[in-house]
Structures are given as structure tokens and as C-alpha cells.
């Protein structure tokens, strides 16, 4: 049993250095796209990232957290000679963001080596973060973190 608890203990940990890892990658990543696009999503992403770091730990930290710097990747993207960050319909832009950042956040995470299922989820939060009418839990994690 002591041997069990010591594996367990050993388990964590090792996710813990693995996320950090991660999170590190991920956040330079982040900075980089948005520093030749639009600039003034990155300090939003943060903030968002660091509620979402104050209102779960749970053992799907993970995917809650990729997806707290992913949620808002959509607006990077080039659309129209501009970026889907700068148009002027909200709700164009709010539509476009949630569709092409899904499918931007898959490409990003599989650069990075994250798991297909991992990836799977983080995608469908960032398809559907505009959507207060969904019963999630995840989705609901990630509404109340992006309130900034």
C-alpha cells in the first residue's frame, strides 16, 4: 500500500513537471503568434490563464489550462488581408475566432506532442467558449476564467 501511495505521489509529480513543460512551450508559442498579429490578445490570454490557475485543480488541469492560452488563438489568423482580430462585426469576429482557433489550437498542440485525446478536447473548449448555453463543466471552468 505504502508502495502504491509512493507510485502515485511519483506519478503526479512527474505530470506537474511534464504540464510545466508544457505551459512553458506553449506560452512562448502563444507570445510569438500574437506578437506579429495581434498584440493585445496576448495580455488578455494571460490573465486568462492565470484565473484559470485560481479556480481549478482538478486532474484535467491540463486540458482546462491548454485551453486557457489556446481559447482566443482564432484571432491570429489571417483573414481577408487583415486578421479575424481586427473586424469590425463582433459577431463575425466572435463566430471566426471560435471555428479557425479550434482547428489552429489542433495544429499548435500537435507540434508539441500533445495526445490526440488531450488535443480533442482542448479543440471542442475552443470551438464553443462563446457558449453560455452548453452544459459542460470544462466549457463552464473556462467561461468563468476568460470573465476578465
Known amino acids: 500500500m505504502e508502495r502504491d501511495l509512493k507510485a502515485k505521489r511519483n506519478n503526479w ?5 511534464k504540464l510545466a513543460q508544457t505551459e512553458e512551450v506553449l506560452r512562448r508559442r502563444i507570445k510569438e503568434i500574437f506578437s506579429r498579429t495581434v498584440p493585445r ?12 490557475k485560481k479556480v481549478d485543480d482538478s486532474e484535467d488541469r491540463t486540458v482546462l489550462l491548454l485551453a486557457a ?31 479557425v482557433g479550434a482547428k ?6 500537435s507540434t508539441i506532442g500533445i495526445e490526440p485525446e488531450t488535443i480533442k478536447k482542448v479543440s471542442y ?9 452548453i452544459e459542460d463543466r ?10 476578465v
Open 69 to 99: 492560452y489556446l481559447h482566443d488563438i482564432g484571432y491570429s489568423v489571417a483573414y481577408r488581408g487583415d486578421y479575424v482580430g481586427n473586424i469590425d462585426s463582433q459577431s463575425l469576429k466572435t463566430r471566426l475566432h471560435s471555428d
Open 125 to 133: 473548449l475552443v470551438s464553443v467558449h462563446h457558449r453560455e448555453d
Open 13 to 17: 509529480g512527474e505530470k506537474m513537471v
Open 104 to 109: 489552429f489550437a489542433e495544429e499548435i498542440l
Open 41 to 52: 490578445y496576448y495580455e488578455h490570454t494571460l490573465k486568462v490563464v492565470t484565473n484559470m
Open 138 to 147: 470544462y466549457l463552464k471552468v473556462l467561461l468563468r476564467a476568460d470573465k
